[in-house]
Each structure stands twice: as structure tokens, then as C-alpha cells.
């Protein structure tokens, strides 16, 4: 299995309460994704990261924020959780040229 | 965004038959794509990928075709075993180098 380690596994937090997932890779590999998927539509991209700072948004970025100050790190932030954004959500990892990406255990997240 | 779609929500196969299962994508400009294997409870895993510029690629026990004139995708699995019991998806990297569409997935069901 590829280095990728999402933290927590599981969580339930409330309505309005901010909430940050941590993705951790040990692979030095320059690209990093957050994706979320919920029942009918696979998996979605939320927003992906191309080298230390360098963030752009995917088709799903509405409400969520990221950071990446390390190579290994790539964070996804809910400033205000909403019972919208209760899914699984996937941390993946690619390296420089056209290759397949490997993917972290999930998280599961659930907003009451 | 991309879109990437499967023909089949559920495809169920007899221990040992083949099974394929289709995938059809809608950016011509699309030159990687992938299958993933999901099974309950874990991130999708890496199967085969293909190139634009190839028509066929064979893996163990599994096929991946592409057809390029109908932006089709198909991945075949010979002998089909219990242990493929799975949801099956297809990406492709569409125009955004690195950047990875996901179809809604194929459960398959392996029945003994």
C-alpha cells in the first residue's frame, strides 16, 4: 500500500463547528487530492494540490478550504460544517508524469 | 467538470463466468485512464490503467479496452471470483493533466 494516512477515521461533529482532516503521505510524491464520496455519484474532487502552497479547487470546493505548508501534509478545512458535507472523503497522491493515484483509507464524517 | 459514467449501477456474474463492465467518458482530449477497485470500508485500489494511443492493455486476469471513435471504456475480468465482489470505477485525466474525473461506479456481484 501506498504512505497515506488520513486522521481521524471517523468523526461526528455538530452543524457550524469547524473541522479539519489530515492527510499525510510518505511517498515525497508532489501532487495530493481531496475527494469526497457520497452514494450516486462517485467520487467527486474538492481540491488538489500541485507543490508546497500551490492549491487549486476542484468541482466541489464550495465550503471547504486546504493547505499545504510540507510535501507530506495536504489539509482540508470545513470552516462551519453543515449536514451537507456528511460523506466519506478520500485523500489521494500522484507523482510528476501521467500515472494512476493511490489512495488513503478514507474518512468518514458525519454532521448532526 | 468531466463526465465520466457507467451503463450498468449493478452487474451480477456467476463464480467463474466473465464480467465486463462499461464506462463512457465525454472529453475527447482524454489520454489516461484507470479502473479502481473498491471494496466496503476501503479507499479505491489501483487495477490497470491505459493510454490513448493504445487500444487494449491485459493485466492478470483482467482487460481494460478503449474505444477512442466512441469515448467508450470497458474492463473485462476473466474467471470472475468471489473475491472480485466490488464496486469497479473508471477515471480519466481529462484535459487537466494530474487532474482525475471518477465515474458513479459498477457494483459487482459474484455469486457462487
Known amino acids: 500500500d501506498a504512505g497515506i494516512t488520513q486522521s481521524p477515521r471517523h468523526k461526528v461533529t455538530e452543524t457550524g463547528t469547524p473541522v479539519t482532516l489530515r492527510c499525510h503521505q510518505t511517498e515525497n510524491h508532489r501532487y495530493m487530492y481531496w475527494y469526497r464520496q457520497d452514494p450516486g455519484h462517485g467520487l467527486r474532487l474538492i481540491h488538489y494540490s500541485y507543490g508546497v502552497k500551490d492549491t487549486d479547487k476542484g468541482e466541489v470546493s464550495d465550503g471547504y478550504s486546504v493547505s499545504r505548508s510540507k510535501t507530506e501534509d495536504f489539509l482540508l478545512t470545513l470552516e462551519s460544517a453543515t449536514s451537507s458535507q456528511t460523506s466519506v472523503y478520500f485523500c489521494a497522491i500522484t507523482g510528476t508524469g501521467n500515472t494512476e493515484a493511490f489512495f488513503g483509507q478514507g474518512t468518514r464524517l458525519t454532521v448532526v | 467538470g468531466e463526465s465520466v459514467g457507467l451503463h450498468l449501477p449493478t452487474l451480477s456474474v456467476q463464480e467463474g463466468d466473465n464480467s465486463i463492465i462499461n464506462c463512457a467518458y465525454s472529453?475527447?482530449?482524454?489520454?489516461?485512464f484507470i479502473w479502481y477497485k473498491q471494496e466496503s470500508g476501503k479507499g479505491p485500489q489501483f487495477i490497470i490503467d491505459i493510454r490513448s494511443n493504445m487500444d487494449k492493455r491485459q493485466g492478470q486476469r483482467v482487460t481494460v479496452l478503449l474505444n477512442k471513435t466512441v469515448k467508450h471504456l470497458s474492463l473485462q475480468i476473466a474467471a470472475t471470483q468471489p473475491g472480485d465482489s466490488a464496486v469497479y470505477f473508471c477515471?480519466?485525466?481529462?484535459?487537466?493533466?494530474?487532474?482525475?474525473?471518477f465515474g458513479s461506479g459498477t457494483k459487482l456481484n459474484v455469486k457462487p
Open positions: 472529453n475527447s482530449a482524454s489520454d489516461y
Open positions: 477515471a480519466e485525466n481529462g484535459y487537466n493533466f494530474n487532474k482525475f474525473y
